[in-house]
């Protein structure tokens, strides 16, 4: 008789397999599609092509004077104008908000961007 060959059942110990299996052929996986994001990844403020005019700056906020006197000199040292350390100060506080948060403010700018005059 022969000796009993390992695997499962009553007719792998007493007979043995009478025909292996071969392993099934190795399918790769498609790659997906990349998710695009639909959050910018680099700037969210436009930035002017001319020389700024009096009309595109229309509104003017109130500041405490040393938040005033920080960002003028922030800008006197880095060799800007205002309006761009302002500008930069922004864009780094979005960035670091919530992408829930993050949309709503993108999507009030880009309604302000698009009626917008030429820059």
């Not at 695009?36 to 002017?48: A, E, K, M, S, W």
């Not at 938040?67 to 205002?82: F, G, L, R, Y």
């Amino acid at each position: 008789m022969t000796e009993p060959k390992p695997g499962l059942g009553l007719t792998s110990t007493l007979l043995g397999r009478a025909t292996k299996t071969k392993a099934p052929v190795k399918v790769e996986p498609e790659q997906s599609k990349k998710h695009v994001r639909t959050l910018p990844d680099n700037q969210i403020l436009i930035q002017p092509s001319r020389k700024l005019l009096r009309s595109d700056l229309p509104k003017t906020i109130a500041i405490k004077k040393d938040t005033h006197m920080a960002i003028k000199q922030i800008a006197s040292v880095e060799d800007k104008k205002i309006y761009d350390v302002v500008d930069e100060i922004v864009e780094t506080y979005i960035k670091n908000m919530s992408d829930s948060s993050k949309k709503v403010i993108l999507n009030a700018v880009r309604e302000v961007q698009k009626n917008m005059t030429d820059m």
